[in-house]
Nanobody, 116 residues
Framework: QVQLVESGGGLVQAGGSLRLSCAAS????????MGWYRQAPGKQRELVAT???????NYVDSVKGRFTISRDNAKNTVYLQMNSLKPEDTGIYYC??????????WGQGTQVTVSS
């Protein structure tokens, strides 16, 4: 069983920045895709960003130019740098990891709250 430990959430004013981290207990070089999702109150979970093993990234339109996803395979970790945060970015952010053997894992979630 793989464990994903997330950190870096918190309360920030609009325009501020946060950096989320997600460390996997299993080696990242076996990972196909790492990503971040979020769920706002009363809404469905949505994709925020993903990064492939080759470094290709994908972002939801609402965060393009403000968020940056990256990964450090040596540390089995994926990051999400969030700048110019808006109140609508508020939600629980979940890390997701898909290994080459197709196993799919989720983190426990970390709360991000952006005040106006």
């Amino acid at each position: 069983q793989v464990q994903l430990v997330e950190s870096g959430g918190g309360l920030v004013q609009a325009g501020g920045s946060l950096r989320l981290s997600c460390a996997a207990s299993r080696r990242a070089f076996n990972v196909n895709v790492m990503g971040w999702y979020r769920q706002a109150p009363g809404k469905q979970r949505e994709l925020v960003a993903t990064i492939s093993s080759g470094g290709s990234t994908n972002y939801v339109d609402s965060v393009k130019g403000r968020f940056t996803i990256s990964r450090d395979n040596a540390k089995n970790t994926v990051y999400l740098q969030m700048n110019s945060l808006k109140p609508e970015d508020t939600g629980i952010y979940y890390c997701n990891v898909i290994y080459w053997d197709a196993h799919n894992y989720w983190g426990q979630g970390t709360q991000v709250t952006v005040s106006s």
